[in-house]
Each structure stands twice: as structure tokens, then as C-alpha cells.
């Protein structure tokens, strides 16, 4: 007696058969727009003023959240640091802990999730609405290239702005974890600075730029692919700035590991 | 001059074009005609480049447009000027800078006394005022967006014109100022144009040639007068606005 196969049994295989050939497909088109933004790196003409335009957005309009948030994180990190270090643990290590925490994870991570947020959200809704309006097409009727118009001025303002707001969040968040350490916690300037260059090798500050060009990039590549492959109108925006968001978060944090296990663990 | 020939194309399941024939003399203004949903911004996006045939062939001035390469058709395509049916102007641009990337020639383009001249006589062309050239696409009326739409597309001096609906959305009287501009513009530039358009009365005013769009096919190919007087059960559907009891998509 032969077995019918049941429609559940159909539909799984089918299904993960489904989303393998659409993650590959989405593989593709990424590929697709990473060639393109090479391509578009010839027209310096075109994307030369219109890059300096977008680096002063992401980062002078960044600034004031960026610092925000590093300051912040620095002040919390040293206050926990404080309340926790009771007892048989030195002070000192709270200056360590400050720099430590804020340069390898906090500045770049924090940073690059609210510029996920703030910069993927505005690029792929920007790009979107070109898309649904037909503005990208308008362009290309014209025999102008997208991606030196578009693309390449958003990636390398990115590219190279990430990587220094992450310095200045670094700065301002170890500054930050400083000052209060040293207003509420029984440690002096000296303590501070003695835990702080323990632990500290010249790496770490390479690592933490490493990291934010890393985050850049992502932010960069996804939120112009959402945009760029956006349909559908005003649900198409929609949809394309969460997704660019959620995935840019997600892909940071994976990174995030990723990085850590090769070039701290490697 | 413009060549379609056995041109298919699907999305998805659905089948838009299903062996177009067409074709446009130089010079000439023909008007594609069909209801909405039958496929004519498609056809028309083939012509240009921007979308790429499942089967036949697009030929523009003798060179079949889906094989060009990536340079070649970027240059075939400031030969041909493209009236977007929203407009498509670029919103974080003023009209000036709309009109002046419209401007293909790159040695034009970086001259700032061609484009300020070029840009006011586009602006003169579609009887837009000079003062118009400083404001936002966001503070035009819906006509004016299509004007400047209109002289986009002719500030790089293009030897094709396609209207894609070129008064959809506007009122009578705005309507016939976008036909008798079209008009104008075929005999003042000597250009060839091809608009697609749902309104008869407007085909009508501004084409030499009308061809009907139906069923995924040009059904009927003809003057005014061979129009008019057709038997074509789909073309007399079109006319008596009977699109209920006639499937008109393919």
C-alpha cells in the first residue's frame, strides 16, 4: 500500500525550499547594489559634493543624540560600576571597567543601534518614496546613474562618519564615567587613571573603530537595499524602513559577537 | 524611428503584454490608447530602457534596446525624453534644478550660463513663469508639476518624447493646456512623441496615429478617421465607455 503524502508533509519542505531561494535571492540583489555602488565610484563628480552634503547630515544632525547617549552610558556604567565594587574588589578597576566598556562595546554598539534607527530609517524611507514615485526611474530615464546620485554619496557618508561619531561617543562617554566617578564615588583622579591604563592596550581603540566601520557598512548597505527594493506605496515605505531598521540591529549585534570571537578571541 | 515587435510581458501570473506590434515613424505623434490596468506605461517603460522584455524586441533608431549596454543605453536614453504620469520631480529639488538635470550633455551640464538659459527657455516652452524656478515640486499645483515634468524631459533636446498619461489627474481646462502643449512642442522641436492616455478627446487633439490597447494586444492601429469609424467590438467599447461588458486586460 502506497502512502499519500499529507499536506503538512508537503508543505515543509516546500516551504524551507522557499525561503532558501529567496534568502539567495536577496543574497543576489545585495551583491547586485554592492557592485552597483562600485560602479557609481567613477562619477566622482556626481556623488563628491552630494557624499559631503550627507556626511554633514549623519554627522553634525547625529551629534547631539550620539553624545546623549554616550554620556549616559558612561555616567551608569561607573555609578553600577561603583555600586557593585564593594568590598574586596579596588575602586581603580572602575576605571578600567569605564574605559573598557565604553571602547570596545558601548560607544560603537550604542552608537551604530541609534544610527540604525535614525540614518537606516531615513535611507530607506527617502529612497523608498524616490522608489514609489518613480524619482529612481526618473533618473535613469534621464541616463543618470542611481547609484553615483543615490547610493554612493548615503554609503560613504557612512562609512566615514560612523566611524568618527564613535570616537566622539567613546571620548565623551569615558569623560562622562569619569566625572562621576569621580562626584559620587570614593576614587580619585589618580585611581581612575591608574585602573583605566591597567588594562588598556592601543588595540582596543583600533577594535572600536573597526567595529563602527563594520556597523557603517550595514547600516549603509541594508537601509539603501530596503529603499531601493521598496513596492507596493505607502505600505512599501512602511515596511522597508521597519525592516531596515530590525535588520540593521540585528546584523550589528551578530557582528558585534562575530568581531569579538575573531579579533579578541582569534 | 520606434519598432515593437511581438513584445510579451508578465509579472507573476499575470500577463500584461502578450504580443504588442507597434511601431512609430519619425516625426509622427501617436497616442496609445486603453483603459487603466491594460499595460500602456509598461509598453511605454520598454521603449527606454526601464523595464526589460520576457520575449520581442524593443527597437529604437535601429538598436534593440534590451541588448544595449549599460552606456549605451544610458546614451540612448538622452535621446529620449520621458513625462512621468505623477511628474516624478525630484522632491528635495527645486523646479531649476529638476529642469537643469534634465540637461544630459555633461560639458552643458557644468556650464552655469547654458543651464540658466536652458532652464528659462524650458520654462518659457511650457509657459510656466521664470519666478516658478526657485520654488519646490511640494508647491506646485498638480498642472504645473506636469509642466515641469514636460520640460525636464526636453531640456537635454531629445529626439523622442513619451508621455506616460500626460493629463490624468488634472481638470478640463489644465487637461487641454498639457494637449495643446504637446501639440506645440511636436512642432516647435520636430519631435517624435508617443503618449499613452485613457482620454479619446485628448488622443484625439494631439495625435497623428492612434493605436488601442487591448486583451494584452494593439488591437487597432489607424488615423482619427479609421478609429472613428472601426467595428472593432473592443475599440467600440472603448469609445461608448463600456468597459463592464468588454475585458480590455490580457
Given at each position: 500500500m502506497t502512502m499519500t503524502p499529507t499536506p503538512a508533509a508537503l508543505t515543509f519542505p516546500h516551504a524551507i525550499g522557499a525561503w532558501v531561494l529567496h534568502a539567495l535571492a536577496a543574497i543576489g540583489r545585495v551583491s547586485r547594489l554592492v557592485a552597483e555602488f562600485v560602479r557609481g565610484l567613477v562619477e566622482w563628480r556626481i556623488w563628491l559634493p552630494r557624499t559631503i552634503d550627507e556626511a554633514w547630515n549623519v554627522g553634525v544632525g547625529s551629534l547631539f543624540i550620539i553624545l546623549l547617549v554616550s554620556g549616559f552610558a558612561g555616567a551608569v556604567t561607573a555609578l553600577q560600576a561603583g555600586y557593585q565594587f564593594?568590598?574586596?574588589?579596588?575602586?581603580?578597576?572602575v576605571g578600567s571597567l569605564v574605559v573598557e566598556s565604553i571602547i570596545l562595546e558601548l560607544g560603537p554598539v550604542l552608537t551604530a543601534l541609534v544610527l540604525a534607527g535614525r540614518i537606516g530609517a531615513r535611507y530607506a524611507a527617502e529612497l523608498g518614496t524616490m522608489r514609489v514615485t518613480e524619482q529612481i526611474d526618473a533618473l535613469e530615464s534621464l541616463g543618470r546613474s542611481p547609484a553615483s546620485h543615490l547610493l554612493v554619496p548615503r554609503i560613504l557618508a557612512c562609512m566615514v562618519m560612523i566611524p568618527v561619531l564613535t570616537v566622539m561617543a567613546d571620548l565623551i562617554g569615558v569623560a562622562s564615567g569619569w566625572y562621576f566617578a569621580m562626584q559620587v564615588?570614593?576614587?580619585t583622579n589618580s585611581d581612575f587613571t591608574y585602573g583605566a591604563r591597567?588594562?588598556?592596550?592601543?588595540f582596543d581603540a583600533y577594535y572600536s573603530v573597526i567595529k563602527a566601520f563594520s556597523f557603517a557598512v550595514s547600516i549603509a548597505v541594508i537601509s539603501t537595499y530596503m529603499g531601493f527594493s521598496t513596492q507596493q506605496g505607502a505600505e512599501g515605505v512602511g515596511k522597508a524602513t521597519t525592516t531596515a531598521v530590525v535588520a540593521s540591529s540585528v546584523l550589528i549585534l551578530l557582528l558585534d559577537t562575530l568581531l569579538a570571537r575573531v579579533l579578541l578571541h582569534g | 524611428m520606434i519598432e515593437i515587435t511581438n513584445l510579451h510581458k508578465s509579472f507573476g501570473d499575470q500577463v500584461?503584454?502578450?504580443g504588442v506590434n507597434f511601431d512609430v515613424m519619425e516625426g509622427e505623434t501617436v497616442a496609445l490608447l486603453g483603459?487603466?490596468?491594460?499595460g500602456k506605461s509598461v509598453l511605454l517603460k520598454h521603449i527606454n530602457g526601464l523595464i526589460r522584455p520576457d520575449l520581442g524586441r524593443v527597437m529604437v533608431d535601429g538598436l534593440e534596446v534590451a541588448r544595449l549596454h549599460r552606456k549605451e543605453l544610458a546614451s540612448l536614453r538622452t535621446r529620449v525624453g520621458y513625462v512621468f504620469q505623477n511628474g516624478?520631480?525630484?522632491?528635495?529639488?527645486?523646479v531649476f534644478e529638476n529642469i537643469r538635470i534634465?540637461?544630459?550633455?555633461g560639458d552643458h551640464y557644468t556650464d552655469a550660463d547654458y543651464c540658466t538659459k536652458r532652464v528659462a527657455r524650458c520654462l518659457d516652452l511650457v509657459n510656466?513663469?521664470?519666478?516658478?524656478?526657485?520654488?519646490?515640486?511640494?508647491?506646485?499645483s498638480g498642472g504645473m508639476r506636469k509642466r515641469v515634468g514636460i520640460a525636464r524631459a526636453i531640456a537635454g533636446e531629445p529626439k523622442y518624447l513619451l508621455y506616460d498619461?500626460?493629463?490624468?489627474?488634472?481638470?478640463p481646462v489644465n487637461a487641454d493646456i498639457i494637449d495643446g502643449l504637446v501639440t506645440r512642442l511636436a512642432e516647435e522641436l520636430g519631435v517624435t512623441s508617443v503618449t499613452v492616455t485613457h482620454d479619446v478627446r485628448g488622443a484625439f487633439k494631439v495625435a497623428d496615429r492612434i493605436a488601442l490597447l487591448a486583451g494584452g494586444k494593439v488591437v487597432l492601429e489607424g488615423t482619427k478617421e479609421e478609429f472613428m469609424e472601426s467595428t472593432h467590438p473592443k475599440v467600440k467599447a472603448f469609445l461608448e465607455r463600456d468597459f463592464e461588458n468588454s475585458s480590455f486586460a490580457a
Open positions: 564593594t568590598g574586596s574588589i579596588p575602586l581603580y578597576v564615588l570614593p576614587i591597567a588594562f588598556w592596550r592601543d | 500584461v503584454l502578450d483603459p487603466s490596468g491594460t516624478a520631480l525630484f522632491d528635495s529639488m527645486n534634465g540637461i544630459v550633455d510656466l513663469v521664470q519666478e516658478t524656478s526657485m520654488k519646490l515640486p511640494a508647491e506646485l498619461e500626460p493629463t490624468s489627474g488634472l481638470d
